[in-house]
């Protein structure tokens, strides 16, 4: 695999991306189209149980409440790598990562210690009409992944006099559940719309957690934006490795200047990629968060359909791997929310300079 020489990182974040590709080639690469074909199978439990062992189920949780205790560019080192083999596994870690971090600023461990116990994992819910109203939830969310019998979600509700947030668990009264048979992306991880109906929360965060949703926030456009950057990577080792065995009209196509165009706007994806996730992670902003979340993810679906072209008519095929790639990286498009709606937001953002 051709590597670009000037991505240099330092040694604390070469050696976890080291361990985490060593975790995606040896975990996730072998079953990667089994995963792609079916929910809540022992296979994805596997990957699950090796990627708890590796501390990926509680990165960003303290040590002192039982986790890794690490940073966020530490678990978008992990989610790109682990991406570049399943972006729906990436994603169904994501998720579960990011539905913790409340429960760090509100100190309970009991609560960690619970979700992190084993599966199922557990999700977020970003979208839709929610309402936290008496104790109870009303409403509904689309899009949501990770959900199983026993899934806890964190809801993100609107109020009257803010946003706020409450945990609720999958089977219990008032949780319903309809299941999407066929996503077009992320098929790992189980894909549901939840109907609430005055479901009572396992635990709430009322309107002074403002920064914890703003961190759960962060996490996810960060960690989406690094599985988009998983994308590009992976679009880019296809499709470079195909141009170089496929002839036409007499000669290799990697010497067609067309070819070697598509496949040199991956590298600058690529790179931009992790150069701007890397500065976003080192701001509290949210503004750079959205920003490195709408490149990252642009440029995925743009490695991804010049790497369907660059395999001409085999580029739809399943067998080539390119046409799920083109499916994983519109999710990252389209979560946590609408790119429209969070231009908007971002447009708000700089006029009141928050």
Same mark, same amino acid.
């Given at each position: 695999?051709? =590597?670009?020489?000037?991505?240099?990182?330092?040694?604390?974040?070469?050696?976890?991306? &080291?361990?985490?590709?060593?975790?995606?080639?040896?975990?996730?690469?072998?079953?990667?189209?089994?995963?792609?074909?079916?929910?809540?199978?022992?296979?994805?439990?596997?990957?699950?149980?090796?990627?708890? @062992?590796?501390?990926?189920?509680?990165?960003?949780?303290?040590?002192?409440?039982?986790?890794?205790?690490?940073?966020?560019?530490?678990?978008?080192?992990?989610?790109?790598?682990?991406?570049?083999?399943?972006? !729906?596994?990436?994603?169904?870690?994501?998720?579960?990562?990011?539905?913790?971090?409340?429960?760090?600023? &509100?100190?309970?461990?009991?609560?960690?210690?619970?979700?992190?116990?084993?599966?199922?994992?557990?999700?977020?819910?970003?979208?839709?009409?929610?309402?936290?109203? @008496?104790?109870?939830?009303?409403?509904?969310?689309?899009?949501?992944?990770?959900?199983?019998?026993?899934?806890?979600?964190?809801?993100?509700?609107?109020?009257?006099? =803010?946003?706020?947030?409450?945990?609720?668990?999958?089977?219990?009264?008032?949780?319903?559940?309809?299941?999407?048979?066929?996503?077009?992306?992320?098929?790992? &991880?189980?894909?549901?719309?939840?109907?609430?109906?005055?479901?009572?929360?396992?635990?709430?965060?009322?309107?002074?957690?403002?920064?914890?949703?703003?961190?759960?926030?962060?996490?996810?456009?960060?960690?989406?934006?690094?599985?988009?950057?998983?994308?590009?990577?992976?679009?880019?080792?296809?499709?470079?490795?195909?141009?170089?065995?496929?002839?036409?009209?007499?000669?290799?196509?990697?010497?067609?200047?067309?070819?070697?165009?598509?496949?040199?706007?991956?590298?600058?994806?690529?790179?931009?990629?992790?150069?701007?996730?890397?500065?976003?992670?080192?701001?509290?902003?949210?503004?750079?968060?959205?920003?490195?979340?709408?490149?990252? =993810?642009?440029?995925?679906?743009?490695?991804?359909?010049?790497?369907?072209?660059?395999?001409? =008519?085999? !580029?739809?095929?399943?067998?080539?791997?390119?046409?799920?790639?083109?499916?994983?990286?519109?999710?990252?498009?389209?979560?946590?929310?609408? @790119?429209?709606?969070?231009?908007?937001?971002?447009?708000?953002?700089?006029? &009141?300079?928050?």
């Amino acid at each position: 695999m051709i =590597g670009v020489p000037w991505a240099k990182e330092s040694k604390q974040y070469a050696v976890l991306r &080291s361990n985490a590709l060593n975790f995606a080639a040896s975990e996730l690469a072998p079953m990667a189209d089994d995963l792609e074909n079916t929910v809540d199978s022992p296979l994805f439990w596997k990957a699950v149980e090796k990627a708890g @062992e590796m501390g990926m189920l509680a990165a960003l949780v303290p040590e002192q409440l039982g986790g890794e205790g690490v940073d966020l560019y530490s678990l978008c080192v992990a989610l790109e790598e682990s991406a570049v083999e399943c972006a !729906g596994f990436a994603a169904a870690l994501l998720f579960h990562n990011a539905a913790l971090v409340p429960l760090v600023y &509100s100190d309970r461990k009991d609560l960690v210690e619970e979700f992190t116990g084993g599966k199922p994992l557990c999700t977020v819910a970003t979208a839709g009409e929610l309402a936290l109203e @008496e104790g109870r939830v009303r409403g509904s969310a689309p899009f949501v992944f990770n959900v199983l019998e026993g899934t806890v979600a964190l809801l993100f509700a609107a109020a009257g006099d =803010g946003r706020t947030a409450a945990y609720v668990k999958m089977g219990t009264e008032g949780v319903e559940t309809r299941v999407d048979p066929y996503p077009l992306g992320w098929r790992v &991880s189980n894909f549901a719309t939840l109907e609430m109906k005055d479901a009572r929360p396992v635990f709430v965060l009322d309107k002074s957690g403002k920064e914890a949703l703003a961190a759960t926030e962060r996490t996810l456009y960060l960690g989406l934006a690094a599985i988009a950057n998983g994308i590009v990577r992976k679009a880019f080792q296809k499709a470079y490795d195909y141009a170089r065995q496929r002839y036409q009209a007499g000669k290799i196509i990697i010497e067609h200047q067309a070819m070697r165009l598509m496949l040199a706007r991956m590298l600058c994806a690529m790179e931009e990629g992790r150069a701007v996730i890397r500065r976003a992670c080192g701001s509290e902003e949210l503004g750079p968060a959205i920003i490195a979340w709408r490149r990252a =993810g642009a440029n995925a679906c743009q490695a991804a359909m010049d790497g369907v072209q660059i395999h001409g =008519g085999y !580029g739809y095929m399943r067998d080539y791997g390119m046409e799920r790639l083109m499916r994983d990286a519109k999710y990252c498009q389209m979560f946590p929310r609408p @790119e429209e709606e969070q231009l908007l937001r971002l447009l708000d953002m700089a006029e &009141s300079g928050s």
